[in-house]
């Protein structure tokens, strides 16, 4: 039923990937007929803290200074957004937590400056300066075209799928917090984040799955900095694949975790970290991107990336393949043994990027 990639505990060589023939060549899915769709997706940003300065002296688009073409090889480029537009936090009430963002509305412009067309608002932080917060973030994002999903008025309201049409494809979008504060989830009369149960997200992905071509459910979740997913992670995953998701997009963790095939379809546990205004060395990323055909993801690039701002201040750096090991990835390091290991599944590519292929 399912391939396992890589979990911490089981051996890797049930994902591993033979190289490729010598006289081969493995064709970036940015090389691909115009009839496929290609999703890029990153991990947490946080356009907050430290890189607030950042970017008003380098620019709205400094921290795409390596990555822009990956991001713009794609049909369609989502991510998750962990920090509020707030203009005037004056005589806001923040929530009571160590961590608390906001970010001057003007600074949505490195969001478009880096294409993305929808983001995640299911997460622990775009309550943060509460409901003034959240409702100038919609505003904000809506003016400036980017759609979001995962947070409403009301429950009914956060718990519906947003659809993009892309390629002569309608892509819905659901998204869903198992993160605390609880009190940021939403209710019948509360505005907030979605949080799924397991009867609601079959039902909601069902109703998605009725609606559009394809169908992705991102997952704020996990432990941060654990490299395994939680029981729970993988019941959630199989359930909205089980009722129509195609892709599963995992973040919060601020690090790999495993990625696995499921009934022909991709699950991500965590993509870890992309742009985000902090200075932990502990964090790890990746971007990926998914070739889907007529449907069905047929094969995905994992592209780890440099997220620690410590050497890269604030701009996520594309790694060769020699240089991940830096990265100090238990989750990259199985991925990397399977493949020379020879399973089908995992190719590295000389590019800097792990190619990925269902069983």
Same mark, same amino acid.
């Given at each position: +039923?399912?391939?396992?990639?890589?979990?911490?505990?089981?051996?890797?060589?049930?994902?591993?990937?033979?190289?490729?023939?010598?006289?081969?060549?493995?064709?970036?899915?940015?090389?691909?007929?115009?009839?496929?769709?290609? !999703?890029?997706?990153? =991990? @947490?940003? +946080? !356009?907050?803290?430290?890189?607030?300065?950042?970017?008003?002296?380098?620019?709205?688009?400094?921290?795409?200074?390596?990555?822009?073409?990956?991001?713009?090889?794609?049909?369609?480029?989502?991510? /998750? *957004?962990?920090?509020?537009?707030?203009?005037?936090?004056?005589?806001?009430?923040?929530?009571?937590?160590?961590?608390?963002?906001?970010?001057?509305?003007?600074?949505?412009?490195?969001?478009?400056?880096?294409?993305?067309?929808?983001?995640?608002?299911?997460?622990?932080?775009?309550?943060?300066?509460?409901?003034?917060?959240?409702?100038?973030?919609?505003?904000?994002?809506?003016?400036?075209?980017?759609?979001?999903?995962?947070?409403?008025?009301?429950?009914?309201?956060?718990?519906?799928?947003?659809?993009?049409?892309?390629? $002569? %494809?309608?892509?819905?979008?659901?998204?869903?917090?198992?993160?605390?504060?609880?009190?940021?989830?939403?209710?019948? @009369?509360?505005?907030?984040?979605?949080?799924?149960?397991?009867?609601?997200?079959?039902?909601?992905?069902?109703?998605?799955?009725?609606?559009?071509?394809?169908?992705?459910? +991102?997952?704020?979740?996990?432990?941060? #900095?654990?490299?395994?997913?939680?029981?729970?992670?993988?019941?959630?995953?199989?359930?909205?694949?089980? /009722? $129509?998701?195609?892709?599963?997009?995992?973040?919060?963790?601020?690090?790999?975790?495993?990625?696995?095939?499921?009934?022909?379809? *991709?699950?991500?546990?965590? *993509?870890?970290?992309?742009?985000?205004? %902090?200075?932990?060395?502990?964090?790890? =990323?990746?971007?990926?991107?998914?070739?889907?055909?007529? =449907?069905?993801?047929?094969?995905?690039?994992?592209?780890?990336?440099?997220?620690?701002?410590?050497?890269?201040?604030?701009?996520? $750096? !594309? !790694?060769?393949?020699?240089?991940?090991?830096?990265?100090? %990835?238990?989750?990259?390091?199985?991925?990397?043994?399977?493949?020379?290991?020879?399973?089908?599944?995992?190719?590295? @590519?000389? =590019?800097?990027? #792990?190619?990925?292929?269902?069983?």
């Amino acid at each position: +039923m399912f391939t396992l990639l890589f979990i911490g505990g089981i051996t890797t060589e049930l994902f591993a990937v033979p190289p490729p023939p010598a006289d081969s060549s493995i064709a970036s899915l940015t090389s691909t007929a115009h009839d496929t769709l290609i !999703l890029g997706a990153t =991990g @947490d940003i +946080m !356009l907050g803290s430290w890189l607030i300065e950042v970017l008003n002296e380098q620019g709205a688009d400094y921290p795409f200074g390596e990555v822009l073409p990956l991001l713009q090889s794609t049909d369609l480029l989502v991510g /998750n *957004l962990e920090s509020p537009f707030l203009g005037d936090t004056t005589g806001v009430v923040r929530a009571e937590k160590t961590y608390t963002f906001a970010v001057p509305p003007g600074i949505v412009e490195t969001l478009t400056a880096g294409g993305f067309d929808l983001v995640c608002l299911a997460n622990n932080h775009i309550l943060d300066f509460g409901l003034a917060g959240l409702f100038e973030t919609w505003s904000v994002l809506d003016s400036a075209g980017i759609a979001h999903t995962g947070t409403g008025r009301t429950k009914g309201e956060a718990h519906r799928h947003t659809t993009i049409e892309r390629q $002569g %494809s309608r892509v819905a979008f659901l998204a869903y917090s198992h993160t605390f504060p609880e009190e940021f989830w939403a209710t019948a @009369d509360r505005p907030g984040t979605a949080h799924a149960s397991d009867e609601g997200l079959a039902r909601e992905v069902k109703r998605a799955d009725e609606d559009a071509d394809l169908v992705v459910v +991102m997952f704020h979740w996990g432990g941060e #900095l654990l490299e395994e997913p939680r029981d729970y992670q993988k019941i959630l995953a199989h359930i909205a694949i089980d /009722n $129509g998701a195609d892709l599963i997009i995992g973040h919060h963790p601020h690090t790999l975790q495993p990625l696995e095939w499921y009934r022909g379809r *991709l699950i991500a546990y965590s *993509l870890g970290n992309f742009v985000f205004g %902090s200075f932990t060395s502990t964090a790890k =990323g990746a971007v990926l991107l998914v070739r889907f055909v007529e =449907g069905r993801p047929i094969e995905a690039e994992l592209h780890p990336i440099d997220v620690n701002n410590l050497r890269r201040e604030f701009r996520p $750096g !594309l !790694l060769d393949p020699s240089r991940w090991s830096m990265l100090e %990835s238990s989750v990259l390091a199985a991925l990397v043994d399977s493949a020379a290991a020879g399973h089908p599944g995992v190719q590295v @590519d000389t =590019g800097g990027y #792990l190619r990925l292929l269902p069983p």
